[in-house]
């Protein structure tokens, strides 16, 4: 027979199992459902302070609103307006493009007809230059007419979706009129140089998210402002259509954020440009630090924060950070997929996004995967250590080889490190031999392209080749014309040793480690970092590095990091009680190895959520460790109490679990169904047939229906509701690791969580 589950204080329903065909009935609880905050609710409804999809907006008649509301009236007046000035503003821009690309295209017309090439004299060869410089300034000009209304019809197709979601009036001296400001998410002027928009990035705007009326400030221009924020008004609309509006001029109240979290997850995750809170403001306009690290309870935003915050270095940085100077380390690729709608949906460029396994891949050499990463910050302290009294043998060094050819000898190597002896083994020593070694190999391939072989090979090559390679036949009329077009061919075919060389692969890592640590077999996190202690291997272009769920890396994997982007700025953004693997580094060492790598670290914390209802916050906030549980809360509206299902044994289970699905499976909402780990799911998807389906690594979040997922794919998204198959003490013993686990996978859920037990209840939510 089935047995109940001890009732966790009233924070969970506990559900009968015992008849399957007759479905799960919930066990009644005993009065209200305790928030993480403290306060309580009953039966569902919501708590003093909470609103329905749109509650406390002033709305139109037809929509519940009053009669006559003249600032509704008024406002929608505005947005008529501003509405058909963005169209007009987006045809313009469409028009002048096509504009200047007439225009270019009869200068460029122009300029070849009239362009004569002379390089007869010094004189000839002056006035030749001079006019390709000022065709090519032409050029430049139309390229930077083009940009500039190409940036500007940019802006109109994000606000032509919703043209704003705010308004504020700031009076900025007391006898002065007050200045109605309306923000959205891009900003765009009239042709009078007025805005009509306010890009939320700018400093003005900091006020609206300051969430303090009155006297307010800020900064721009390197001057502080001060203004009297006299009006905060939030807008529900879509496209030229005002729903409904918010004044929060007494009472700061973001019936905004509620009405947003009440329609529910998507897909993608969506950018919160409109509704992000004081706390989450604070990180996304950080001041730029060399390392900031931000610690979130689940549901806090971290990941919306984090690309907020790329929008606004991109607005911050205009004309001088490029996106491929950004990096986002994603925890999985469903995830990189779940968030790479947010920026293009605000008018910018997706950063570079990557995986672990994705970064590492070509800092390894071919066939060689990215391994373990459980490795120490004293392991790799120990390279460096060693590395300092280290000296070069000939064994250290390889041929440069390609197509079955010897180009450079491992002797010759040898012979250009002993020039350099007098310096120690290390960055510099290594890019001096690789100067010298890369000229010799230019000299090499230059004396094969003059060989005659090597042009009687290119002669009987296919026609069809020749016409790839050198856009003609080969048919040189001079010597030098031959080895010219020879040297052409010869790069291609030894392609492979200059990228040795630009790799310095001539050095052998593997045969430097054995003598250096004294054993064989480096993981790859230890192989990339000796690599970068002798090579200085780096991306020194790159300015900023965001690292999302960083407590799942290990300290060694973050020091790699961390020396591998040695100019840019990191973002590190996690939950210490989402470290979900072993052999991660615990929070306190993530900021000592930043410490010891990049100087100061700066801290901020997150501790609202906005994803779970509060009684699956305060489910999953009531394992945290003692003290945490306090400070998290809730700002969702209340929805079923969580339900937990003890089955007496596995035939129960298995029939309990197949019912919660098939009743999952009947709705449009998305259902996760969360497993330890990826064989599990395998497992798992046998006993449920087909009324799930297993999601890999290479697939991307459905709208709706149920998956079945490992814990670590779960990391980071979010499902309407969440089953957690197995709940028993064989899956999560009482162990901190174990609670970390299931603090996450219940934290996945945004209305409902289900959890099942094979057997008996782990003791983790016993209490």
């Known amino acids: 027979m089935s047995r109940e589950a001890q009732q966790p204080v009233d924070r969970a329903g506990v559900l009968d199992s015992a008849a399957c065909a007759g479905g799960l009935k919930p066990a009644p609880t005993a009065g209200g459902v305790p928030t993480a905050g403290g306060a309580s609710t009953a039966g569902g409804a919501p708590t003093a302070g909470e609103v329905s999809v749109g509650d406390g907006f002033s709305r139109p008649a037809d929509q519940g609103g009053e009669a006559a509301d003249p600032i509704f009236a008024a406002e929608q007046a505005h947005l008529t307006e501003t509405y058909g000035k963005l169209e007009k503003i987006g045809r313009d821009a469409v028009a002048a493009m096509e504009a200047v690309a007439a225009q270019a295209a009869e200068d460029k017309k122009n300029m070849a007809d009239e362009l004569a090439v002379n390089f007869a004299t010094w004189d000839d060869i002056l006035e030749t230059h001079a006019d390709i410089v000022a065709m090519n300034n032409i050029i430049e000009a139309h390229d930077m007419a083009n940009s500039v209304q190409a940036e500007r019809l940019r802006a109109v197709e994000v606000l032509l979706r919703e043209p704003y979601f705010a308004k504020i009036e700031l009076q900025f001296k007391p006898s002065a009129p007050t200045k109605e400001l309306y923000i959205g998410s891009a900003g765009v002027s009239d042709e009078n140089y007025r805005r009509l928009v306010v890009d939320w990035r700018s400093p003005v705007a900091e006020v609206y998210y300051s969430q303090a009326m009155g006297p307010v400030s800020y900064e721009a221009d390197g001057r502080v402002i001060r203004a009297d924020l006299r009006l905060r008004r939030q807008f529900e609309i879509s496209r030229d259509t ?431 169904v969360i497993v330890p780990y990826k064989s599990e799911a395998r497992r798992m998807a046998k006993v449920l047939g087909e009324g799930a389906v297993v999601l890999g690594e290479h697939d991307s979040l459905p709208d709706g229906g149920v998956v079945v997922l490992p814990l670590a794919l779960a990391k980071g998204l979010e499902f309407d509701s969440v089953v957690i198959a197995d709940a028993s003490p064989r899956v999560f013993p009482v162990t901190d690791l174990a609670r970390r686990r299931l603090y996450t996978a219940i934290s996945r859920a945004t209305r409902h969580v289900t959890i099942l037990a094979n057997g008996e209840l782990t003791e983790l939510l016993a209490h």
């Open 242 to 672: 005002l729903h409904g509006y918010f004044d929060s001029d007494v009472a700061i109240e973001d019936k905004l954020l509620l009405a947003s979290l009440s329609r529910g997850r998507s897909a993608h995750m969506q950018a919160i440009t409109a509704t992000i809170q004081k706390e989450q403001n604070q990180v996304v306009r950080h001041a730029d630090v060399p390392v900031l690290q931000v610690a979130g309870v689940a549901g806090s935003g971290k990941t919306s924060v984090l690309m907020q915050r790329i929008a606004y270095l991109f607005y911050q940085h205009r004309g001088t950070l490029d996106p491929t100077q950004v990096f986002l380390i994603s925890p999985n690729p469903v995830f990189g997929r779940y968030i790479d709608r947010v920026l293009p949906d605000l008018g910018e460029r997706n950063p570079e996004i990557l995986t672990w396994a994705e970064f590492l891949a070509p800092l390894l050499p071919a066939g060689r995967g990215a391994g373990e990463g459980d490795v120490s910050y004293e392991r790799l302290q120990a390279i460096d250590a060693a590395l300092a009294g280290f000296a070069f043998e000939r064994s250290d060094f390889r041929d440069i080889a390609a197509a079955g050819t010897r180009l450079v000898g491992g002797d010759a190597v040898a012979k250009v490190a002993a020039k350099f002896d007098h310096l120690p083994a290390g960055p510099h020593r290594v890019t001096l031999m690789n100067e010298e070694l890369s000229a010799r190999l230019e000299a090499r391939l230059k004396g094969i392209a003059a060989d005659e072989d090597t042009h009687d090979e290119i002669a009987d090559l296919p026609i069809e080749e020749q016409l790839r390679l050198f856009g003609e036949t080969f048919e040189p009329q001079s010597d030098e014309e031959a080895r010219a077009l020879a040297l052409t061919y010869v790069r291609e075919k030894y392609a492979d040793a200059l990228r040795q060389v630009r790799a310095m692969d001539w050095l052998d890592v593997d045969e430097i480690a054995r003598r250096l640590m004294g054993r064989d077999g480096l993981t790859s996190v230890e192989w990339v970092y000796l690599k970068m202690a002798l090579t200085g291997l780096s991306n020194p272009d790159a300015k900023y590095v965001m690292i999302d769920e960083v407590q799942d890396y290990s300290a060694g994997q973050l020091a790699v990091m961390a020396r591998y982007f040695r100019r840019a700025n990191f973002l590190l953004l996690g939950d210490p009680n989402q470290a979900i693997a072993e052999g991660t580094a615990p929070w306190g060492e993530i900021r000592a190895v930043f410490e010891a790598e990049r100087g100061a670290v700066s801290a901020c914390r997150l501790m609202t959520s906005y994803r779970s209802t509060p009684a699956i916050t305060d489910l999953f906030a009531s394992l945290l460790p003692p003290g945490e549980a306090m400070e998290v809360s809730s700002v969702q509206r209340e929805a079923p109490a969580p339900e937990i299902v003890v089955a007496a044994d596995a035939d129960e289970w298995a029939c309990a679990l197949r019912r919660v699905v098939d009743d999952a499976a009947g709705t449009d909402k998305l259902t996760a």
